[in-house]
């Protein structure tokens, strides 16, 4: 009697208790919280400081028949901006020094960068203005003149860590001629030039 007793307290328990695990069943399992996905692409937005180190090769000082080719180097500052995730645009400052017989010469330019970034490649186009000074020396003669003109190129850069890039670069240098009289006659800064820099990003 007793085992019976026993039995349908039992019997009952589980059939009361029942709709309580059907409900737990049918209850929503809670979302898992979202977790917004973290970008791996290297950010060339940012302030860099750097310098470079190349070669050119220019038009001929007229009256002393002889190219101005020299080695040339320089410093550089500009800002980058990135926009529509791969489009980086910014601006450049340099100034730079190149020295060979028969025309030395200091130049400062200021140029505006475009480009598209391959993640951490960028690859871009410059154009801006430039000021120089020439000086053309011949037989004890020393005559210094003022040019002004354009510079125009392409390059390639790299990202190597979150805050050093390297560079190469051609550019194209087109400014006015100017008369150095005795010293050698007329003479510009025109010409061509392939460098290789690095930069430090902030």
């Known amino acids: 009697m007793s085992k019976l007793l026993l039995g349908a307290v039992a019997g009952s328990a589980l059939l009361l208790s029942a ?22 692409a290297f950010d060339w937005t940012g302030a860099y400081v750097g310098a470079d180190v190349g070669y050119s090769w220019a038009n ?4 002393r028949n002889k190219d101005h080719d020299a080695v040339i180097g320089g410093v550089f500052a500009g800002y980058n901006y990135q926009i529509q995730n791969n489009i980086v645009v910014g601006g450049e400052g340099e100034i730079a020094y190149g020295g060979a017989d028969p025309l030395a010469t200091w130049t400062g330019a200021v140029r505006g960068r475009a480009g598209y970034a391959f993640d951490n490649i960028l690859v871009y186009g410059t154009v801006g203005g430039l000021v120089g000074q020439g000086e053309m020396k011949n037989d004890g003669r020393n005559n210094t003149r003022t040019h002004v003109g354009y510079q125009v190129g392409a390059g390639v850069e ?22 150095y009289g005795s010293a050698g006659g007329e ?9 290789l820099g690095v930069a430090y990003k902030f």
């Open 187 to 195: 003479g510009d800064l025109s010409g061509n030039a392939v460098k």
């Open 158 to 179: 790299a990202a190597l860590t979150n805050n050093i890039t390297a560079r190469a670069e051609y550019l194209y240098t087109g400014t006015n001629d100017r008369d």
């Open 60 to 63: 001929k000082a007229a009256s």
């Open 19 to 40: 709709p309580v695990f059907a409900a737990d069943l049918n209850e929503p399992i809670p979302a898992a919280p979202y977790v917004a996905p973290v970008s791996t």
